[in-house]
């Protein structure tokens, strides 16, 4: 993995999705990098198979999404070839310091776009592709880590880099003007789930915890010889996807 995927994180209300979807406006099939839809394409149908060939065109002609979902044998054979890491993600799923006893609905729900991403990072994988490919919020960007205990984490996030195939590079975008991140948070007509019911103090905190949780992780993925690209999401967004092509060129 660690010569295929370059993966974009940041504390929620910083601006990732809106710079991955500004930057893959950009692509091009000439540059180094692709980003996952792309990628993971289904080979145009033959006009003989009408149906299918009139479903992609008609899609494409409308500007809808082409892309399949993709089939959860991949997160099978994700788990398959990393079952020491799946262990570690069982263990914090169970873990009642993360998820009480009576928030059994959170962990579903976290078990569940854990195994998304199992299988897009192993569709990922098994593409013949010499190109990085690009990926919002992956294995990096998982709120079940944010923990106030900084011992606990850095022990926690020490073992799990360890397990972790780790990506190419990290696109890492951050602001140190917390107040920036809570009026976007504040704004969103999407609450995200861990913000709901907070008050202001509340939400800050969070937002304090999710930064002490990244920095660690970037830190140690440097350590772990990571590349690591340092975004400004106060900044705008056309100049930071300027930023972000130019360094993606290098790599």
């Known amino acids: 993995m660690n010569q295929k995927i370059i993966e974009i994180i940041g504390p929620p209300g910083v601006g990732k999705s809106t710079v991955y979807k500004s930057l893959c406006k950009t692509w091009t099939p000439s540059a180094n990098w692709v980003y996952q839809d792309t990628l993971l394409l289904p080979e145009k149908p033959n006009i003989q198979d009408f ?124 602001t140190p003007n917390k107040k920036v991140i809570f009026e976007r948070l504040r704004g969103r007509k999407k609450i995200h789930a861990s913000h709901v019911g907070k008050e202001d103090a509340g939400l800050m905190e969070d937002i304090d915890r999710w930064q002490q949780t990244l920095n660690l992780i970037i830190e140690k993925a440097r350590e772990a010889n990571v590349k690591v690209l340092n975004v400004d999401g106060e900044k705008p967004i056309g100049d930071n996807v300027s930023y972000i092509n130019s360094m993606l060129a290098k790599l």
């Open 51 to 174: 149906r299918r060939w009139f479903e992609y065109y008609a899609k494409k002609l409308l500007g809808k999404k082409i892309t399949r979902s993709i089939k959860a044998e991949y997160g099978l054979r994700f788990v398959s070839n990393n079952p020491n890491l799946a262990h570690f993600y069982w263990d914090q799923l169970s873990d009642t310091r993360i998820f009480k006893d009576e928030e059994i609905n959170k962990r579903f729900r976290s078990a569940y776009f854990l195994f998304c991403d199992f299988c897009r990072y192993q569709a990922i994988l098994e593409k013949e592709s010499s190109k990085l490919c690009i990926v919002n919020e992956g294995l990096l960007q998982k709120s079940f880590f944010v923990h106030d205990n900084e011992e606990y984490l850095n022990v926690l996030l020490s073992t799990y880099l360890s397990l972790l195939p780790l990506p190419h590079a990290i696109i890492f975008i951050n």
